[in-house]
């Protein structure tokens, strides 16, 4: 049996794995802290699974946040962090591929890590390091397998999310996914359909921007279940270009402007749809958009003085870094020297306002006033005028705005 030395923050959260222990109680560290430990991993945060139930959890410890007692889990503060400790548990009933209608709480170790997904997510760590292993995840750990705990079909039918979590997996460890797996990915691809966006999405952004993306890729086209995200149905060709970049890619903005690229999406208004299909906060939502954008016109044209000033230099160095991982001519550095000498970075800077220019032409607000101001704000971007009012006044004039 493995073991794992009890360092970093596996050693801070033991002060709370030894008191639910001194209780009486069981209480181990599980999930994916524990396969990164295996895997020699940096482990930033722990999960605890323990025998006690919530309300003796909340009794042992001065300081406890209800985070999801319905499902077991409660928040405990102890020394400036937090930890969650959930109550090992069973889910029963999936009626409709999708999360559990009830949990049980239960007593036993080995019954909560049955309902886990993936052989290598189903490790418990007592506090000396000892690994309890019921499921051949080590060997699987060992043979880089991606494998279902149990019955992949069923554990497939019982939540369709976990199909995705093993191609991600796939992807973000460079494993493979083993036969009886693979197949019931297959049978099953179509029951995705009934998952939310959002969780899918979570899978589908670490899977897309995993360290072995190509491998990933790979399980996700082959299994069909590209096929049941939004968007996707057509995308085979292009998922499969998509998976040739030659670096991982490392902001969540340049993994959605690439794809769309892939997909051959070439107006705004039909990127703007395809990543509200996949339900992107705004703001992700318009950055990856507006980023795609730049990429195509990147593909043929420099950067200039307006590009950086519209898109930002953020963005407009994050087109250069898509460039590059599409193995295309790239330069960080003229972005860099156009941000450094832009006159403006934002209309604020203009010295002019929309009161300078009505008291200029004696007249109330309207279109003309926008007009004018945008005029402005390009003339001195471009460098054609200075920033200076009674240039940019000089200038309104000569152009009729004023
Ligand atoms: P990451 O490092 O990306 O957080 P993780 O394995 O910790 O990976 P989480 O989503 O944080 O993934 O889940 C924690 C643990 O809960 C998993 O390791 C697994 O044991 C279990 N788990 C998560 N989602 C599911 C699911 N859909 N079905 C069964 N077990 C799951
Ligand atoms: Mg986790």
């Given at each position: 049996m493995?073991q794992?030395?009890?360092?970093?923050?596996?050693?801070?959260?033991?002060?709370?794995?030894e008191?639910?222990?001194?209780?009486?109680?069981?209480?181990?560290?599980?999930?994916?802290?524990?396969r990164?430990?295996?895997?020699?991993?940096?482990?930033?945060?722990?999960?605890?699974?323990t025998?006690?139930?919530?309300?003796?959890?909340k009794k042992?410890?001065?300081?406890?946040?209800?985070?999801?007692?319905?499902?077991?889990?409660?928040?405990?503060?102890?020394?400036?962090?937090?930890?969650?400790?959930?109550t090992?548990?069973?889910?029963?009933?999936?009626q409709?591929?999708?999360r559990?209608?009830?949990v049980?709480?239960?007593?036993?170790?080995?019954?909560?890590?049955?309902?886990?997904?993936?052989?290598?997510?189903?490790?418990?760590?007592?506090?000396?390091?000892?690994?309890?292993?019921?499921f051949?995840?080590?060997?699987?750990?060992?043979?880089?397998?991606?494998?279902?705990?149990?019955?992949?079909?069923?554990?497939?039918?019982e939540?369709a999310?976990?199909?995705?979590?093993?191609?991600?997996?796939?992807?973000?460890?460079?494993?493979h996914?083993?036969a009886?797996?693979?197949?019931?990915?297959?049978?099953?691809?179509?029951?995705?359909?009934?998952?939310?966006?959002?969780?899918?999405r979570?899978?589908?952004?670490?899977?897309?921007?995993?360290?072995?993306?190509?491998?990933g890729?790979t399980?996700?086209?082959?299994?069909?279940?590209?096929?049941y995200?939004?968007?996707?149905?057509?995308?085979r060709?292009a998922?499969?270009?998509?998976a040739?970049?030659i670096?991982?890619?490392?902001?969540?903005?340049?993994m959605?402007a690439?794809?769309?690229?892939?997909?051959?999406?070439?107006?705004?208004?039909?990127?703007?749809?395809?990543l509200?299909?996949?339900?992107?906060?705004?703001?992700l939502?318009?950055?990856?958009?507006?980023?795609?954008?730049?990429?195509?016109?990147?593909?043929?044209?420099?950067?200039?003085?307006e590009?950086?000033?519209?898109y930002?230099?953020?963005?407009?160095?994050?087109?250069?870094?898509c460039?590059?991982?599409?193995?295309?001519?790239f330069?960080?550095k003229?972005?860099?020297?156009?941000?450094?000498?832009?006159?403006?970075?934002?209309?604020?800077e203009?010295?002019i306002?929309?009161?300078?220019?009505?008291?200029?032409?004696?007249?109330?607000?309207?279109?003309?006033?926008g007009?004018?101001?945008?005029a402005?704000?390009?003339?001195v971007v471009?460098?054609?005028?200075a920033?200076?009012?009674?240039?940019?006044?000089?200038?309104?004039?000569?152009?009729?705005y004023?």
């Amino acid at each position: 049996m493995k073991q794992v030395p009890i360092t970093g923050v596996f050693k801070k959260a033991l002060p709370v794995l030894e008191t639910i222990q001194e209780a009486g109680f069981e209480a181990y560290y599980v999930g994916g802290s524990v396969r990164d430990a295996l895997l020699g991993k940096d482990v930033n945060d722990v999960d605890i699974a323990t025998s006690a139930f919530p309300e003796e959890i909340k009794k042992l410890f001065k300081k406890t946040v209800d985070v999801g007692i319905e499902h077991g889990t409660v928040m405990v503060l102890m020394n400036d962090e937090s930890y969650e400790v959930t109550t090992f548990r069973t889910e029963s009933t999936y009626q409709d591929f999708r999360r559990p209608d009830s949990v049980t709480f239960v007593r036993s170790l080995e019954e909560d890590l049955k309902r886990r997904d993936l052989t290598i997510n189903a490790f418990a760590m007592d506090q000396t390091g000892d690994i309890q292993d019921f499921f051949g995840g080590e060997r699987d750990l060992d043979e880089q397998i991606i494998r279902a705990v149990g019955k992949a079909e069923e554990r497939f039918n019982e939540d369709a999310l976990r199909m995705m979590r093993a191609v991600r997996f796939a992807s973000q460890l460079g494993f493979h996914l083993e036969a009886d797996t693979f197949y019931a990915i297959v049978v099953n691809a179509h029951l995705l359909e009934n998952i939310a966006i959002e969780r899918i999405r979570v899978e589908f952004v670490k899977m897309a921007m995993g360290k072995y993306v190509r491998q990933g890729f790979t399980g996700f086209v082959e299994t069909n279940l590209y096929a049941y995200c939004p968007g996707l149905v057509h995308a085979r060709d292009a998922l499969e270009n998509f998976a040739k970049v030659i670096e991982p890619i490392q902001r969540e903005r340049q993994m959605w402007a690439l794809l769309l690229y892939y997909l051959g999406i070439q107006r705004g208004k039909e990127a703007r749809a395809f990543l509200k299909n996949w339900k992107l906060s705004n703001q992700l939502l318009n950055q990856s958009a507006d980023l795609h954008q730049l990429l195509l016109y990147r593909l043929h044209s420099e950067q200039t003085n307006e590009t950086v000033y519209r898109y930002s230099k953020e963005l407009a160095l994050d087109a250069e870094t898509c460039l590059d991982l599409i193995n295309q001519p790239f330069d960080k550095k003229a972005v860099e020297n156009i941000d450094a000498a832009l006159p403006i970075h934002s209309r604020k800077e203009l010295a002019i306002d929309g009161k300078i220019v009505m008291a200029e032409n004696q007249q109330r607000g309207g279109r003309w006033l926008g007009d004018a101001i945008e005029a402005a704000e390009r003339a001195v971007v471009r460098g054609d005028i200075a920033n200076e009012t009674a240039e940019i006044l000089d200038f309104l004039k000569k152009n009729d705005y004023v």
